[in-house]
């Protein structure tokens, strides 16, 4: 069966444009993750859903960052204003279900760089 | 707050030896405990995971011990062949994961 898809798989942009990042979880997942990953570090969470709304976002780094998950399945990861700093990896995850011992399944990533 | 410390940032060791990585954690709410490998370009794949109220796992050449009274978890490599090189993170789950640093063990032939 098919695993956890982030679509692009690279995306270079200038500083002060937007962009958006997609995540397709694995089909009958309820929990969708998003973390970021910078160079040499561990994943570090931003974001997480349980169905359609954001369960806690607390991990966002700032207002520039949101997510949505309109209907219950594909993520998008949206970025304002991008800074060099917003330069790393983004991690996308799912799960059968947020609670209990249920184990992520992680997609390929969005290797996003700023310019 | 780092509340994952993981150690060493790297390791190298000679095919047949074992690779030990540990972890320390400082939230009790964490209820679930994996350990997770990282190839370059890769998303990280779950190796092996542990629940507080077990002391030890084993599967194959990898082993979980874990000691919850010191908050710390370690992971040993059996065996440790050159395929098992890449990084590995050790984690630990609320809801979300909070990931160690990373280790970044080389198994040389």
């Known amino acids: 069966g098919a695993g956890v898809s982030q679509t692009p798989s690279n995306k270079v942009t200038e500083k002060g444009k937007y962009v958006e990042l997609r995540c397709d979880p694995i089909?009958?997942?309820?929990?969708l993750y998003w973390y970021r990953q910078s160079l040499g570090q561990g994943p570090e969470f931003l974001i997480y859903?349980?169905?359609?709304?954001?369960?806690?976002d607390s991990g966002l780094p700032n207002d520039r960052f949101f997510a949505v998950r309109p209907e219950g399945s594909v993520s998008t990861l949206k970025i304002q204003r991008t800074e060099r700093g917003d330069s790393a990896v983004y991690l996308c995850?799912?799960?059968?279900?947020?609670?209990?011992?249920?184990?992520?399944?992680f997609g390929p990533g969005t290797r996003l760089t700023v310019l | 707050q780092q509340q994952v410390k993981q150690s060493p940032q790297s390791l190298i060791v000679q095919k047949g030896g074992i690779s030990i990585i540990n972890c320390a954690y400082e939230?009790?709410?964490?209820?679930?405990f994996p350990w997770y490998q990282q190839f370059p370009g890769k998303g990280p794949a779950l190796l092996i995971a542990?629940?507080?109220?077990?002391s030890e796992k084993k599967e194959g050449r990898f082993t979980i011990s874990f000691n919850k009274s010191a908050k710390q978890f370690s992971l040993h490599i059996m065996d440790s062949q050159p395929g098992d090189s890449a990084t590995y993170f050790c984690?630990?789950?609320?809801?979300?994961?909070?990931f160690g640093s990373g280790t970044r063990l080389q198994v040389q032939p």
């Open positions: 995850a799912s799960s059968l279900r947020l609670a209990g011992y249920n184990e992520q399944f």
């Open positions: 089909s009958g997942h309820t929990a």
């Open positions: 859903f349980q169905g359609t709304g954001a369960a806690d």
């Open positions: 542990i629940r507080p109220d077990v």
């Open positions: 939230n009790t709410a964490f209820d679930y």
């Open positions: 984690a630990a789950k609320q809801r979300a994961l909070t």
